[in-house]
């Protein structure tokens, strides 16, 4: 398989972005019990306010919003202190192939160049195979705190 693109998300990946977001999370509902929050986000928002990457697939026109098959998604917040990941999705028609370890190199290296020391993240708690992922990447376990209808598990990985 032909290594996918990592870029920023432009007005015409909001549909894809959707997809992907939707698609990965879905299977999620039955087991927590409520609809996970990445699918309830407002894409088209975030995507203006720059905080949306993309991974696709070589594809005609592969420039930004056409071509290249969007099979990835990160929805990046820059604090002064760290980059939050607010949500990670792989379509799960790639799952095996290697894109969620690329986004989550690419969260690294843009922490990283914006001179910011930590990223963090949570997941829920019952979604056990992101509580296997997580750690073989470098997060910690920092705490579980409850938000309203989410148990959440918070990670942090240390860059500096």
Same mark, same amino acid.
């Given at each position: 398989m032909t290594?996918? $693109? /990592? $870029?920023q998300a432009v007005t015409a990946d909001v549909p894809a972005v959707k997809a992907v977001t939707d698609a990965a999370y879905r299977p999620y509902i039955e087991r927590i019990?409520?609809?996970p929050r990445p699918m309830e986000a407002d894409h088209a928002a975030n995507v203006a306010?720059?905080?949306v990457f993309v991974a696709t697939r070589p594809g005609?026109?592969?420039g930004p919003g056409e071509g290249g098959e969007v099979v990835g998604v990160v929805v990046l917040e820059v604090f002064a202190d760290h980059l939050f990941l607010d949500s990670i999705a792989v379509h799960p028609d790639a799952h095996g192939g290697g894109v969620g370890r690329r986004l989550l190199r690419f969260v690294d290296a843009r922490a990283r160049a914006l001179g910011l020391p930590?990223?963090? +993240?949570?997941t829920n708690a019952l979604m056990w195979e992101n509580q296997? /992922?997580?750690?073989k990447y470098g997060y910690e376990l920092v705490e579980r705190r409850t938000d309203g209808p989410y148990d $959440? +598990?918070?990670y942090r990985k240390r860059l500096l």
């Amino acid at each position: 398989m032909t290594q996918e $693109r /990592i $870029r920023q998300a432009v007005t015409a990946d909001v549909p894809a972005v959707k997809a992907v977001t939707d698609a990965a999370y879905r299977p999620y509902i039955e087991r927590i019990a409520v609809v996970p929050r990445p699918m309830e986000a407002d894409h088209a928002a975030n995507v203006a306010a720059g905080k949306v990457f993309v991974a696709t697939r070589p594809g005609e026109g592969d420039g930004p919003g056409e071509g290249g098959e969007v099979v990835g998604v990160v929805v990046l917040e820059v604090f002064a202190d760290h980059l939050f990941l607010d949500s990670i999705a792989v379509h799960p028609d790639a799952h095996g192939g290697g894109v969620g370890r690329r986004l989550l190199r690419f969260v690294d290296a843009r922490a990283r160049a914006l001179g910011l020391p930590e990223v963090r +993240l949570y997941t829920n708690a019952l979604m056990w195979e992101n509580q296997k /992922i997580y750690p073989k990447y470098g997060y910690e376990l920092v705490e579980r705190r409850t938000d309203g209808p989410y148990d $959440r +598990l918070h990670y942090r990985k240390r860059l500096l």
